[in-house]
Structures are given as structure tokens and as C-alpha cells.
């Protein structure tokens, strides 16, 4: 399909996905850049998490057409799955296994040799600030730092993409500037990052953003020009003029 962004990773068209009668995700379409950090807002029961499911492969769409990291959502889905790193809001990995002995596990999930995890772990380590805690047992981490450690964990095989599901819930205000310090990292490094959020004032981190209510995406632009839009000096005022109109 013809991309509508230049070397695009993200690219949907009228995807739609319904349960029965109830329309979850209304014939929406955007596009994601490469290292573009980009951000998905909308209250809950939005349809954020079903249209994630659909990019990430875990859901077939009911209508649309869409490509992430190059390949088909509604036909090459499994080759998505390899392609894309995931982090949920809850924290899923093993408490009762050291940090190494985590990332060792997931890289043997996503096919790697020990060879490759421990060489993709020691580069990880380094750039997430892990190196000193490798040894310690994960249910010994404060939130802010496992956290940390599952990021590392959605990225050991090296993705394009990686889908972030509110991932600082949860954790200190300094432990979520320095989570988007690592974030802002990663996209300089040319990794795409796809995050949902609650916290308005982490929108404005974004390069770019949607806002999505009752399956449809209202708005999407760069922070600052919805704030100018809006005539206003926040996200949060952003994102309450936006539902506001659209009601």
C-alpha cells in the first residue's frame, strides 16, 4: 500500500474493528515515521487498546487495510510479531528471577542465542542503566526500575517499533522523567515508539499525537499546534476542548 508519511512504519487506512453490533475502532487512519515518538490518548473504552491489538497482530480487523513495519496486518501477522517490542502497564516479568536471568528468558522467547542475548543484553544494560543491577532479584526493584527492566526486556531482539501501554503508571514523578529521557533515547536512536498515556502533562513529550473518544480519532497534530488551536497553554485543556467539541 502507498505510504502517506516518508519511509512510514506505521500505516492504516479505515481500520475498523467491531464486537457484534458495537463498533470498538470507526474506520480510522494514521501514520507513524520512523523514531517518531508518537502518542495515543483517549479516555477509557476509547478504542486505544483494540487498535493496538490490531497493529501488534493479536487482532484480526473487521475493516481496513493497514502495514506495520512493513508487513500486511490482516495477512502477515505473524511476521509482525517479531518486528515490534511490547510493554504492558502491568508489570509482567518473573520477580523471582534476577534482572540477567529475565532478559535471558526473553531472549531465548524471540529466538535468540546466548551468544546474541548476552551481547544485546550488555548494549541494553548500558543504555538503560541496568548494568550495575543485573544481578539483582527483580522482586527486589523498586517500580520505577523494573519498569526499566521490562522495557528492556520489549526490546532485546531489536525491533522497529515498540508499543508503550501506560508505562509509567504507577511509578514517581522523577522515575517518569527519566523513563522519558530513555524514551526521547530510543527514538534518536531511529526506534519508533507508539505510547499511550494518562498523564497529559507526558502528551507534551510527544512529536506528535492523537486524541481518540468512541472509536474515532478527533485530533491529531504536534502538541503545540493543538495548544494553539485550542488557544490554550496545556494538554489537559487540549484534551478537554477536544472531547468537549466533538460532543
Known amino acids: 500500500m502507498e505510504a502517506k508519511l516518508r519511509d512510514s512504519i506505521v500505516e492504516v487506512r479505515e481500520l475498523t474493528k467491531c464486537f457484534g453490533d458495537f463498533t470498538a475502532v470507526d474506520r480510522v487512519s494514521f501514520s507513524v515515521g520512523r523514531g517518531e515518538i508518537f502518542g495515543f490518548l483517549g479516555a477509557n473504552g476509547a478504542g486505544k487498546t483494540t487498535t ?8 484480526a480487523p473487521s475493516g481496513g487495510e493497514g502495514a506495520v513495519a512493513g508487513y500486511d496486518i490482516n495477512r502477515e501477522y505473524g511476521k509482525i510479531k517479531g518486528r515490534i517490542g511490547y510493554m504492558s502497564q502491568k508489570f509482567s516479568l518473573y520477580n523471582d528471577l534476577t534482572v540477567k536471568e529475565n ?3 526473553y531472549g531465548g ?12 543484553s550488555a548494549e541494553l544494560f548500558g543504555i538503560i542503566g541496568l548494568e550495575d543491577l543485573k544481578d539483582k532479584l527483580t522482586a527486589s526493584l523498586p ?30 514523578p522523577l522515575s517518569r522523567r527519566n523513563f522519558w529521557k530513555l524514551i526521547y533515547r530510543l527514538s534518536d536512536m531511529g526506534k519508533t515508539v507508539f505510547v499511550t498515556t ?7 513529550y510527544c512529536h506528535r499525537l492523537s486524541i481518540m473518544k468512541n472509536g474515532r480519532i478527533l485530533e491529531m497534530s504536534r502538541p503545540h499546534d493543538l495548544k494553539v488551536k485550542y488557544a490554550v497553554e496545556s494538554m489537559q485543556e487540549v484534551f478537554l476542548a477536544s472531547l468537549k467539541e466533538q460532543s
Open 52 to 59: 493496538i491489538r490490531m497493529l501488534c497482530g493479536l487482532l
Open 103 to 105: 532478559i535471558q528468558f
Open 109 to 120: 522467547i524471540y529466538g535468540l542465542s546466548p551468544r546474541e542475548t548476552e551481547e544485546r
Open 143 to 172: 517500580m520505577g526500575w523494573k519498569q526499566r527492566l521490562a522495557l528492556c526486556a520489549s526490546l532485546i531482539h531489536d525491533p522497529a517499533i515498540i508499543f508503550l501501554d501506560e508505562p509509567t503508571s504507577g511509578v514517581d
Open 198 to 204: 494518562h498523564y497529559m502533562d507526558e502528551a507534551e
